[in-house]
């Protein structure tokens, strides 16, 4: 009895005040998201918003289990757990049921389960154990192969399964890799291919190449704070293109400007590389030579998009990039999201008042489109609340993963902050046209029990191991 | 201890900096762009118009003559629609599967979500068996709308018909829209803006399926339709029918008029069309087959572009003249050597020589030409002469429109001064030259409801008003509003009327009329015509009217390629009178009824006399 008293005396009444918040704004958006005439009681149970209430309650119901598990249980039960829903995962390629395309779900009774929804939680106690254990270090090809495994195991699972939105959440991993002393300079790679990407792919090559050299000349300058040598630089850049340029337009070419770009690129970096080298300047040759990777890449990328890949390969990246001009396709989702949103003003037009959602413009309003249905609603006011209580919910579960000594329990609570941070971040940058239109859920406001129960036990997990910071936690 | 522990400020900084970038963004959107406001609106407001149903057309007793029956189309929103049982549709709404799969095809290329016509103007008899099985088809709806009914089924080129607006005409009036309907020929299109109504407005908020969910602003916005207003004419519809039954397999016009009212009592032109044919889904193919019937040209409205040489009927307008203007007088005897006359030979057998009376009892051609040529011959030169004999004919209503609401009519031909200087050089030609004109032949054309109208202003003594359709418009507080039309009167003395008439009256009484057109109760007044046409058989031509005093009904009947007016035109002119004076037929008739309705003048190999 005293144990349990000391249990409910440490958690922490913040971070569980916001996560009922959550709940509550959440569940009160539904309603209006969904509103049906004929159904007008918010606890109708045949309808989204009744149900919701039960999920609630069952969330709470398994929070309120969690902080009574005792501690340890996580710790020792951290790679069975995972093993056990790593088989889950595969057995949901076989017997799973199909929405949306996605074979994600398994049927038990009535009730709909996302086993990959759970996966986050598993394979952040499996990274958590694996990082706190003693004979673990960051670098060795050991640990990393073996955390590379935790990680991509699950992720192969669930892109097999067909829900790419999902597999994607496990990539921010690397912020919790970061955090336990990861080089740097990986998040600093892995930031710069992703943007050289999406820069390559949202606009062409062509234009990367010079936002690239653009950079390139503006750190060089940054850096070394010669002003001659870098207009010299731009000179020897310019005059390469325009001499090819030049070659091409007097024996009546037709080559695509990209190769005289490209080639000028290639050719004048490599001079000042072979300079730099000599010159022994090693910070300019690193710069010049991470420059000329990305337009390799940028290249290849649009090479390999445009002449390998098939077109179903295509169409996949670009509906994942959010790359659809046609207006019925994912563009027609996000334009409604937005009208939606915009059409708020400051105090939104009240609640129920909504005409974009109320009358079904925005797609899965009630799921993946939440948010418009607040910014709508209760325009700039509810929009920026909803953004103040998550950003206060991030930065508070970094204080207390921060504050536990346990390195298990600050590893876990940093996966739980950076998959909160992940949905967050591409759920809402998705509605407002931020982020490419990838169907996940925005945590504890969304409808639907499956996702609920599974950042419920996510983040629970973390506030038990948080209200035992003062016990020392052994394997 | 821990190294790595200040990097939890660079992952609180990224953080941090999505938040801003998203408090940024949405405080642009949210409150700097106004835009998404207007955006938003637009998505859930949808005007919808408001059809009114089509004003009725009545006849003289008020029996509907055209009014409104029920019709609805079946239209789709592509993206609502789930696989379905093509078959079991296209039997239900009588479509090929091809046509539906087209249908379906076009839909989704104008748009996703909105909604598109699968098929229009479906009857009430398929829309029941379509409406219980509805539910069937997600995505499919129906909408009601008004189709015109002709319960007659006569008089189809009078009441004319409606039709869907084209671009030239959504361009140059901007009341029409896509898809609506205007009248295109005939009242409905004479009488358009009274018929339409007013269109009205419905503002109201729908769904991304266009689904109504209720009224925007509560209908502050909104207009009502107003209903079109209901036209009352002077036809007699059951006459009308009468005459096109004995219209049967003949061709030519009638037209009768109320020569105190001008109003037109019956206006019938043979071959015709069953009116409704030209309603609903059947329309355009109907409408086809009709207007490339080269041969019967059932869309035309010989009454009134039909122009044809008066023949011996347009007698009665010359001895009038020429009783005014002086050239003769009532009790002028001229001879007649029948076949040997000249210059125009006259192939009546009568007594001679004749004086007006007479003249016209027997259509003495020699009589005519007499006088005629006293008309243009007589002192004085003869261009002044023809002039003033033409100024004459033009008050008759001859060689000029008349002025119904029937905008097709044509002019006829009476020729000017300046066609005879021309054709035969200046004071070279006289009343020898045009001798053609005492008879009603020649250069002469008129259109039947011209010749009516001549016969309205003799049974009038010298007026006539102005003939038309409607005679008022119901508007809608169901108030009549009479319509004025004007009375144009003749400078010709009644007493030479009553001459000619008693000579009308004398054609009745007097020749072998006396056992087709005369009545025992009633004194008819007519004229025969025989017109020589050269592209076949002569015209048979009649024109009449009745009671002498009091005239109720004027008439003109005129059949093409029928031989003697007293064969066919007079005894058809002699019935219609008696039908409208008395309702019924006298039993002695009911032969003669029967044989005109069974004379078939149309599929017999016609031979030139």
Same mark, same amino acid.
């Given at each position: 009895?005293?144990?349990?008293?000391?249990?409910?005396?440490?958690?922490?009444?913040?971070? #569980?005040?916001?996560?009922?918040?959550?709940?509550?704004?959440?569940?009160?958006?539904?309603?209006?998201?969904?509103?049906?005439?004929?159904?007008? +009681?918010?606890?109708?149970?045949?309808?989204? $918003?009744?149900?919701?209430?039960?999920?609630?309650?069952?969330?709470?119901?398994?929070?309120?289990?969690?902080?009574?598990?005792?501690?340890?249980?996580?710790?020792?039960?951290?790679?069975?757990?995972?093993?056990?829903?790593?088989?889950?995962?595969?057995?949901?390629?076989?017997?799973?049921?199909?929405?949306?395309?996605?074979? +994600?779900?398994?049927?038990?009774?009535?009730?709909?389960?996302?086993? +990959?929804?759970?996966?986050?939680?598993?394979?952040?106690?499996?990274?958590?154990?694996?990082?706190?254990?003693?004979?673990?270090?960051?670098?060795? $090809?050991?640990?990393?192969?073996?955390?590379?495994?935790?990680?991509?195991?699950?992720?192969?699972?669930?892109?097999?399964?067909?829900?790419?939105?999902?597999?994607?959440?496990?990539?921010?991993?690397?912020?919790?890799?970061?955090?336990?002393?990861?080089?740097?300079?990986?998040?600093?790679?892995?930031?710069?291919?992703?943007?050289?990407?999406?820069?390559?792919?949202?606009?062409?090559?062509?234009?990367? #190449?010079?936002?690239?050299?653009?950079?390139?000349?503006?750190?060089?300058?940054?850096?070394?704070?010669?002003?001659?040598?870098?207009?010299?630089?731009?000179?020897?850049?310019? +005059?390469?293109?325009?001499?090819?340029?030049?070659?091409?337009?007097?024996?009546?070419?037709?080559?695509?400007?990209? $190769?005289?770009?490209?080639?000028?690129?290639?050719?004048?970096?490599?001079?000042?590389?072979?300079?730099?080298?000599?010159?022994?300047?090693?910070?300019?040759?690193?710069?010049?030579?991470?420059?000329?990777?990305?337009?390799?890449?940028?290249?290849?990328?649009?090479?390999?998009?445009?002449?390998?890949?098939?077109?179903?390969?295509?169409?996949?990246?670009?509906?994942?990039?959010?790359?659809?001009?046609?207006?019925?396709?994912?563009?027609?989702?996000?334009?409604?999201?937005?009208?939606?949103?915009?059409?708020?003003?400051?105090?939104?037009?009240?609640?129920?008042?909504?005409?974009?959602?109320?009358?079904?413009?925005?797609?899965?309003?009630?799921?993946?489109?939440?948010?418009?249905?607040?910014? /709508?609603?209760?325009?700039?006011?509810?929009?920026?609340?909803?953004?103040?209580?998550?950003?206060?919910?991030?930065?508070?579960?970094?204080?207390?993963? /921060?504050?536990?000594?346990?390195?298990?329990?600050?590893?876990?609570?940093?996966?739980?902050?950076?998959?909160?941070?992940?949905?967050?971040?591409?759920?809402?940058?998705?509605? #407002?046209?931020?982020?490419?239109?990838?169907?996940?859920?925005?945590?504890?406001?969304?409808?639907?029990?499956?996702?609920?129960?599974?950042?419920?036990?996510?983040?629970?997990?973390?506030?038990?191991?948080?209200?035992?910071?003062?016990?020392?936690?052994?394997? | 201890?821990?190294?790595?522990?200040?990097? @939890?400020?660079?992952?609180?900084?990224?953080?941090?900096?999505?938040? !801003?970038?998203?408090?940024?963004?949405?405080?642009?959107?949210?409150?700097?762009?106004?835009?998404?406001?207007?955006?938003?609106?637009?998505? !859930?407001?949808?005007?919808?118009?408001?059809?009114?149903?089509?004003?009725?057309?009545?006849?003289? @007793?008020?029996?509907?003559?055209?009014?409104?029956?029920?019709?609805?189309?079946?239209?789709?929103?592509?993206?609502?629609?789930?696989?379905?049982?093509?078959?079991?549709?296209?039997?239900?709404?009588?479509?090929?599967?091809?046509?539906?799969? &087209?249908?379906?095809?076009?839909?989704?290329?104008?748009?996703?979500?909105?909604?598109?016509?699968?098929?229009?103007?479906?009857?009430?008899?398929?829309?029941?068996?379509?409406?219980?099985?509805?539910?069937?088809?997600?995505?499919?709806?129906?909408?009601?709308?008004?189709?015109? &009914?002709?319960?007659?089924?006569?008089?189809?080129?009078?009441?004319?018909?409606?039709?869907?607006?084209?671009?030239?005409?959504?361009?140059?009036?901007?009341?029409?829209?896509?898809?609506?309907?205007?009248?295109?020929?005939?009242?409905?299109?004479?009488?358009?803006?009274?018929?339409?109504?007013?269109?009205?407005?419905?503002?109201?908020?729908?769904?991304?399926?266009?689904?109504?969910?209720?009224?925007?602003?509560?209908?502050?916005?909104?207009?009502?339709?107003?209903?079109?207003?209901?036209?009352?004419?002077?036809?007699?519809?059951?006459?009308?029918?009468?005459?096109?039954?004995?219209?049967?397999?003949?061709?030519?016009?009638?037209?009768?008029?109320?020569?105190?009212?001008?109003?037109?009592?019956?206006?019938?032109?043979?071959?015709?069309?069953?009116?409704?044919?030209?309603?609903?889904?059947?329309?355009?193919?109907?409408?086809?087959?009709?207007?490339?019937?080269?041969?019967?040209?059932?869309?035309?409205?010989?009454?009134?572009?039909?122009?044809?040489?008066?023949?011996?009927?347009?007698?009665?307008?010359?001895?009038?003249?020429?009783?005014?203007?002086?050239?003769?007088?009532?009790?002028?005897?001229?001879?007649?050597?029948?076949?040997?006359?000249?210059?125009?030979?006259?192939?009546?057998?009568?007594?001679?020589?004749?004086?007006?009376?007479?003249?016209?009892?027997?259509?003495?051609?020699?009589?005519?030409?007499?006088?005629?040529?006293?008309?243009?011959?007589?002192?004085?030169?003869?261009?002044?002469?023809?002039?003033?004999?033409?100024?004459?004919?033009?008050?008759?209503?001859?060689?000029?429109?008349?002025?119904?609401?029937?905008?097709?009519?044509?002019?006829?031909?009476?020729?000017?001064?300046?066609?005879?200087?021309?054709?035969?050089?200046?004071?070279?030609?006289?009343?020898?030259?045009?001798?053609?004109?005492?008879?009603?032949?020649?250069?002469?054309?008129?259109?039947?409801?011209?010749?009516?109208?001549?016969?309205?202003?003799?049974?009038?003594?010298?007026?006539?008003?102005?003939?038309?359709?409607? @005679?008022?418009?119901?508007?809608?507080?169901?108030?009549?509003?009479?319509?004025?039309?004007?009375?144009?009167?003749?400078?010709?003395?009644?007493?030479?009327?009553?001459?000619?008439?008693?000579?009308?009256?004398?054609?009745?009484? &007097?020749?072998?009329?006396?056992?087709? !057109?005369?009545?025992?109760?009633?004194?008819?007044?007519?004229?025969?015509?025989?017109?020589?046409?050269?592209?076949?058989?002569?015209?048979?031509?009649?024109?009449?009217?009745?009671?002498?005093?009091?005239?109720?009904?004027?008439?003109?009947?005129?059949?093409?390629?029928?031989?003697?007016?007293?064969?066919?035109?007079?005894?058809?002119?002699?019935?219609?009178?008696?039908?409208?004076?008395?309702?019924?037929?006298?039993?002695?008739?009911?032969?003669?009824?029967?044989?005109?309705?069974?004379?078939?003048?149309?599929?017999?190999?016609?031979?030139?006399?």
């Amino acid at each position: 009895m005293e144990k349990r008293n000391n249990v409910w005396a440490n958690v922490d009444w913040i971070t #569980i005040s916001i996560y009922l918040a959550m709940m509550l704004i959440g569940w009160v958006n539904i309603y209006a998201a969904v509103y049906n005439q004929e159904h007008k +009681s918010i606890f109708d149970m045949t309808q989204q $918003y009744g149900k919701q209430l039960i999920w609630i309650f069952a969330a709470i119901f398994i929070a309120v289990l969690m902080i009574n598990t005792d501690s340890k249980f996580f710790v020792s039960f951290s790679f069975p757990m995972y093993l056990f829903f790593i088989l889950i995962l595969f057995l949901v390629l076989f017997i799973g049921k199909e929405i949306n395309g996605a074979r +994600s779900w398994i049927e038990i009774g009535n009730f709909l389960i996302q086993p +990959s929804e759970f996966m986050k939680m598993a394979t952040s106690l499996a990274i958590a154990r694996y990082i706190s254990s003693y004979n673990f270090k960051m670098h060795s $090809y050991k640990s990393l192969l073996t955390l590379c495994g935790i990680i991509f195991i699950p992720v192969g699972l669930i892109f097999l399964q067909n829900d790419t939105g999902s597999a994607l959440v496990f990539g921010v991993f690397l912020l919790v890799l970061y955090r336990e002393g990861l080089n740097g300079i990986v998040l600093f790679f892995t930031f710069l291919i992703l943007l050289v990407f999406i820069l390559t792919m949202i606009l062409d090559p062509l234009i990367t #190449i010079l936002i690239l050299t653009i950079a390139a000349f503006v750190i060089n300058y940054l850096i070394r704070k010669k002003v001659k040598r870098n207009l010299i630089g731009i000179g020897v850049f310019t +005059s390469i293109f325009g001499v090819l340029w030049l070659i091409n337009y007097l024996l009546q070419g037709t080559v695509d400007a990209l $190769y005289f770009i490209f080639a000028a690129a290639f050719i004048s970096s490599s001079l000042f590389f072979i300079w730099a080298m000599v010159l022994r300047k090693r910070s300019l040759a690193i710069l010049i030579g991470i420059y000329l990777g990305c337009v390799l890449f940028s290249v290849s990328v649009d090479f390999v998009f445009h002449n390998i890949m098939e077109q179903h390969q295509r169409d996949r990246i670009n509906e994942l990039l959010g790359i659809q001009s046609d207006v019925h396709g994912s563009g027609y989702h996000v334009n409604q999201s937005k009208i939606a949103i915009g059409s708020g003003g400051l105090f939104g037009k009240g609640f129920l008042q909504g005409t974009q959602t109320k009358f079904n413009f925005v797609p899965e309003q009630s799921t993946d489109f939440i948010f418009c249905t607040i910014g /709508e609603e209760w325009g700039f006011l509810g929009t920026a609340t909803v953004i103040g209580l998550f950003i206060g919910l991030l930065l508070r579960l970094i204080f207390l993963a /921060e504050r536990n000594h346990s390195k298990f329990s600050r590893v876990y609570g940093y996966c739980v902050a950076t998959i909160l941070f992940f949905h967050f971040a591409v759920n809402i940058g998705m509605t #407002i046209g931020l982020a490419p239109v990838i169907g996940i859920p925005l945590p504890f406001f969304s409808y639907g029990g499956s996702s609920l129960w599974s950042f419920t036990l996510l983040l629970f997990v973390f506030v038990r191991l948080d209200a035992s910071r003062f016990e020392q936690l052994s394997f | 201890m821990d190294t790595f522990s200040k990097r @939890k400020f660079i992952i609180a900084g990224i953080m941090l900096g999505i938040a !801003v970038i998203f408090i940024i963004r949405l405080f642009s959107m949210q409150i700097l762009n106004k835009s998404y406001k207007q955006f938003a609106t637009r998505n !859930v407001l949808r005007r919808i118009t408001v059809f009114p149903a089509r004003g009725f057309i009545y006849d003289r @007793k008020m029996n509907f003559m055209v009014y409104n029956k029920a019709a609805y189309d079946l239209l789709v929103v592509p993206r609502e629609v789930k696989p379905f049982d093509t078959t079991e549709l296209c039997n239900i709404i009588q479509l090929e599967r091809v046509d539906l799969r &087209e249908a379906l095809k076009k839909a989704k290329q104008f748009s996703y979500y909105k909604p598109s016509i699968i098929v229009g103007q479906i009857s009430p008899d398929i829309y029941a068996p379509l409406q219980e099985k509805l539910y069937k088809y997600p995505g499919f709806f129906v909408q009601s709308r008004t189709l015109r &009914e002709y319960p007659s089924k006569s008089a189809a080129q009078i009441l004319g018909y409606v039709g869907e607006v084209n671009q030239h005409i959504m361009e140059s009036d901007k009341y029409y829209g896509m898809g609506d309907y205007i009248g295109v020929s005939g009242l409905e299109k004479a009488y358009e803006k009274d018929l339409r109504g007013i269109k009205g407005v419905k503002n109201s908020m729908v769904d991304v399926h266009n689904r109504i969910k209720g009224r925007y602003n509560n209908g502050e916005a909104d207009t009502t339709a107003i209903l079109g207003h209901n036209l009352l004419t002077g036809m007699d519809s059951k006459l009308q029918a009468y005459a096109e039954l004995l219209m049967t397999n003949k061709r030519g016009a009638i037209v009768a008029i109320e020569p105190s009212t001008g109003e037109i009592i019956l206006m019938v032109s043979t071959p015709s069309y069953d009116p409704n044919l030209l309603v609903g889904r059947q329309r355009g193919t109907n409408y086809g087959i009709l207007e490339r019937d080269s041969v019967n040209k059932p869309m035309w409205n010989r009454a009134i572009i039909g122009t044809y040489s008066p023949g011996s009927t347009f007698k009665l307008a010359n001895a009038l003249i020429a009783l005014q203007v002086h050239a003769i007088t009532p009790f002028d005897r001229f001879s007649c050597s029948g076949p040997a006359s000249t210059p125009i030979k006259c192939t009546h057998i009568h007594v001679s020589p004749l004086a007006m009376r007479e003249g016209i009892r027997e259509s003495c051609n020699s009589y005519f030409w007499n006088v005629y040529r006293s008309i243009i011959n007589r002192s004085g030169n003869v261009s002044d002469n023809y002039q003033k004999w033409r100024d004459y004919m033009v008050s008759f209503g001859f060689g000029q429109k008349i002025g119904t609401e029937l905008t097709s009519e044509v002019k006829g031909f009476i020729p000017e001064l300046s066609y005879y200087d021309k054709l035969y050089g200046q004071a070279r030609w006289n009343a020898m030259t045009i001798r053609s004109n005492s008879i009603g032949q020649g250069e002469i054309l008129a259109t039947p409801l011209q010749m009516a109208n001549m016969v309205s202003m003799v049974a009038n003594r010298g007026y006539y008003i102005t003939p038309h359709l409607v @005679k008022a418009i119901q508007d809608t507080n169901r108030v009549f509003r009479e319509l004025k039309y004007d009375k144009k009167v003749m400078d010709i003395s009644p007493e030479y009327f009553n001459t000619v008439i008693e000579g009308m009256q004398a054609v009745v009484d &007097e020749t072998k009329l006396k056992m087709t !057109v005369h009545l025992d109760n009633i004194i008819v007044c007519g004229k025969t015509g025989t017109v020589q046409n050269p592209h076949g058989a002569d015209h048979s031509a009649f024109v009449g009217f009745a009671p002498r005093d009091n005239p109720k009904i004027a008439i003109a009947v005129f059949i093409e390629n029928a031989g003697f007016g007293a064969t066919y035109a007079a005894p058809i002119g002699g019935l219609l009178i008696e039908k409208y004076l008395n309702d019924s037929i006298a039993p002695k008739r009911k032969e003669l009824e029967q044989r005109l309705i069974e004379t078939d003048l149309l599929n017999v190999v016609q031979v030139k006399k």
